[in-house]
């Protein structure tokens, strides 16, 4: 329900918006959350994906060596090219004496066979491999290093600030890094835009050339909820781990850098979803293109534009606080015509507790033409004695 609170001010026209069927409570009880645990890594951040705000977090921007957690954007970019129908899990992938020599974790593929995406895929994702890693660089980009311009473009993209990719893999280089927000970020991103394959960071196990390898994500076997996503280590980066979970329909995903141990990583990783999914929640509050509320257009061919959101909104709030929210469109109140589709008109806000925690653009979602000259005319006149009440 949408209830203007003013019909033409001369300022800006304010609009309360009742989230679905949720009550203002103007004078609710603050919920109380107790301080995040202590996590023993050198680096770490929980995030909710949706709504992309981190409840907790140390060092989480330092410049750190991702070890395997370099495979994700590996995946994220092979992921992409299937997308885009530039490759099919079907392909034959040829394999390189570059790609079969390559040292570390391996899927163990031959020099001079073919494998498909789809296995190499899961080589990447579930083995670790970095065999596999080299074959899908090579034959997406003809190279590892032309591959790794791709990863830090697409880094760019994505907006990982913190983050240089020199190769495929995660092998041990002074000029890869990246950062424990970062790599949420590329969690997120590997949920969000290509769910279709996100099964694949849950299997617990797959066989390649005959050899049946486990999931190093120990996760998987302790906790149902946790269906991804990828571990790393070496000496330089010690035990790192970014893992997510689904419980009651709420994600969270979880990063740790710089632990001591394999198990090390999987307790305080363990640790952070935990406080995470007893203390919070997340709500979808709009869907993109939602029609939020019309507001009086002037000089247009039409009298009214229906404004909304761009995107999907989501708020991850404390247990127990949604009778606490409040949302406003905050809109101009004179508006003229012509409108095109996607104009910003002005704010949509999220307050709880009088703190502002959503404040994205209010759009227009459909363009409203210029008037004919007589429209203009009567609307002018209209707006005119309007303003003087």
């Known amino acids: 329900m949408i209830r203007p609170m003013a019909n033409i001010p001369m300022c800006r026209a304010f609009f309360t918006v009742l989230l679905l069927t949720w009550t203002v409570v ?13 996590i023993g890594a050198t680096s770490h951040v929980l995030m909710e994906p949706f709504s992309g705000q981190v409840l907790m977090e140390g060092n989480s921007d330092e410049h ?12 994220y970019i092979v992921e992409r090219e299937l997308d885009e129908g530039r490759v099919q899990m079907t392909d034959q992938v040829p394999i390189s004496v570059n790609a079969w020599k390559t040292g570390g974790s391996r899927t163990f593929v031959q020099e001079g066979t073919q494998a498909t995406v789809g296995d190499l895929l899961r080589g990447v994702i579930i083995q670790s491999g970095n065999d596999a890693s080299v074959a899908l660089a090579e034959f997406i980009a003809g190279s590892e290093s032309a591959f790794a311009d791709i990863m830090n473009q697409q880094a760019e993209l994505l907006g990982m600030k913190n983050t240089h990719f020199v190769n495929a893999t995660g092998l041990p280089s002074p000029e890869q890094y990246s950062s424990a927000y970062d790599l949420a970020i590329l969690a997120r ?5 290509y769910p279709e394959n996100y099964s694949i960071y849950a299997e617990k196990h797959f066989t390649y050339n005959n050899i049946r390898q486990p999931n190093r994500n120990s996760l998987l076997w302790r906790d149902d909820s946790v269906d991804g996503l990828k571990t790393g280590h070496t000496e330089e980066a010690g035990f790192c781990l970014v893992a997510s979970a689904k419980r009651d329909g709420n994600r969270y995903i979880a990063v740790v850098m ?17 406080y995470g999914f007893r203390y919070y929640a997340s709500e979808k509050l709009f869907s993109a293109g939602q029609e939020l509320l019309e507001t009086r257009i002037w000089g247009g061919q039409s009298d009214l534009v229906q404004i909304g959101v761009k995107d999907d909104v989501y708020v991850t709030i404390p247990r127990g606080s949604k009778g606490s929210l409040e949302s406003v469109v905050d809109v101009d109140n004179v508006i003229k015509g012509p409108v095109s589709a996607g104009q910003e008109l002005g704010r949509v806000k999220v307050m709880l507790d009088d703190k502002v925690i959503v404040d994205q653009p209010a759009l227009a979602l459909v363009g409203v033409p210029e008037g004919g000259f007589f429209k203009r005319l009567w609307d002018s006149i209209k707006l005119f004695f309007a303003q003087l009440f």
């Open 258 to 274: 710089g632990t001591d141990s394999a198990a090390g990583r999987a307790q305080e990783v363990q640790k952070m979803l935990n």
């Open 64 to 75: 750190l060596p991702p070890a395997s957690l370099t495979k994700m954007m590996t995946a």
């Open 189 to 193: 991103a590997i949920i969000t835009d």
């Open 26 to 38: 103007v004078n609710a009880q603050s919920v109380l959350i107790p301080s995040p645990p202590a």
